[in-house]
C-alpha cells in the first residue's frame, strides 16, 4: 500500500431505524469518495424504509416518517450506491455497523456485493489508538480538532466531518500500510465507552460487571480491555494471597 497522498478512499454513513441490521431499515444513506487534496464524486439520498422509524431513532436523526414518504426504496438507490463505493478502501466511525446495515439490505433485495470482503478502516479506532481525545464520538472529535461544524446529525454532514476527522488521525502514520498495520492487534481501553459505567476507569468497575460484559457481543477494543482487567484482578487477588504467610491459617 501507498503513503496517504493520492490514495482513493470512500467515506461512508447510513441513519437507520435501529441498531441490529437483520431487522433494521436503512432511511437515509450516504457517501464521498475522496482523496486527501479533494471529494471526487458523492451520493446521499433520504430512502422510504417500508416501515415505520420508532420515536428513539428519530431523536438521534431527526429522520420522521413524513419526510422519507415517497423517497426512493433502498432497492433502487443500492446498485448505483455499490457501484460507486466498489474497489475503494471503505472509511467510517463505527463502520462495521454501516457495512453490516448495507450488507442484509442487499442481501434482503438480492442484490450483489462484495462490501463486507472490501477493507475498511474505522475512525472510531484510529481514535482510540490516537488516545489524545477524552471522548471519541464524531461529533467531540471534530470539537477535539477544531474542526467546522456540518449541521444537524445526518448522513452526509457525518461524512464530510469524517473525513475531515480521518485525515487528522492519519497525521501520526507514515503511510495507509502503517495505519492497517497499527489496527491490527485490539486497543487498550482508557475507559468504558458506554453503560451504566460509562466513562468510569476499568479499575474502578464492580467485578460483577465487567464478567458479564465480558460475554456480551462488544467490540474487540473492549473486550480486550475489559479480559485484561479481569486478568490484572485475578493477578492482584493471586499475588496478595501468595505474598501472605498467614493466608492459610
Known amino acids: ?10 467515506c461512508l454513513d447510513c441513519e437507520s431505524t435501529g441498531l441490529n441490521p437483520s431487522q433494521d431499515r436503512i432511511i437515509e444513506i450516504a457517501g464521498a469518495v475522496f482523496t486527501f487534496d479533494k471529494i471526487l464524486e458523492e451520493f446521499e439520498s433520504l430512502i422510504d424504509p417500508e416501515c415505520a422509524i420508532p420515536e428513539t431513532s428519530q431523536e438521534i436523526h431527526k429522520i420522521s416518517a413524513e419526510m422519507v414518504a415517497g423517497k426512493p426504496k433502498i432497492q433502487e438507490v443500492l446498485p448505483r ?8 478502501i471503505i472509511v467510517g466511525h463505527g463502520i462495521a455497523f454501516d ?3 448495507i450488507a442484509a439490505e442487499a442481501k434482503r433485495h438480492q442484490i450483489p456485493t462484495q462490501i463486507e470482503k472490501q477493507l475498511s478502516i474505522d475512525t472510531l479506532r484510529m481514535a482510540r489508538f490516537y488516545g489524545e481525545s477524552p471522548v471519541n464520538s464524531l461529533q467531540q472529535l471534530r470539537q477535539h480538532f477544531n474542526i ?4 444537524a446529525h445526518r448522513a452526509m454532514s457525518d461524512v464530510i466531518v469524517n473525513i475531515e476527522v480521518f485525515k487528522q488521525l492519519c497525521k501520526g502514520h507514515r503511510s495507509v500500510k502503517d495505519l492497517f498495520s497499527a489496527l491490527q492487534n485490539p486497543i487498550r481501553l482508557k475507559a468504558m465507552p458506554l453503560g451504566k459505567h460509562k466513562g468510569r476507569k476499568f479499575e474502578e468497575i464492580p467485578i460483577e460487571y465487567l464478567r458479564w460484559a465480558e460475554r456480551q457481543d462488544f467490540d474487540q477494543d473492549l473486550l480486550f480491555s475489559i479480559r485484561l482487567e479481569l486478568k490484572n484482578r485475578k493477578r ?3 499475588f496478595g494471597i ?4 498467614f493466608s492459610d491459617l
Open 1 to 10: 500500500m501507498r503513503s496517504f497522498e493520492g490514495q482513493k478512499f470512500v
Open 81 to 88: 450506491f455499490l457501484k460507486m463505493i466498489e474497489g475503494y
Open 99 to 101: 457495512i453490516s446495515l
Open 148 to 151: 467546522e461544524p456540518q449541521g
Open 236 to 238: 492482584g487477588s493471586n
Open 242 to 245: 501468595s505474598s501472605n504467610p
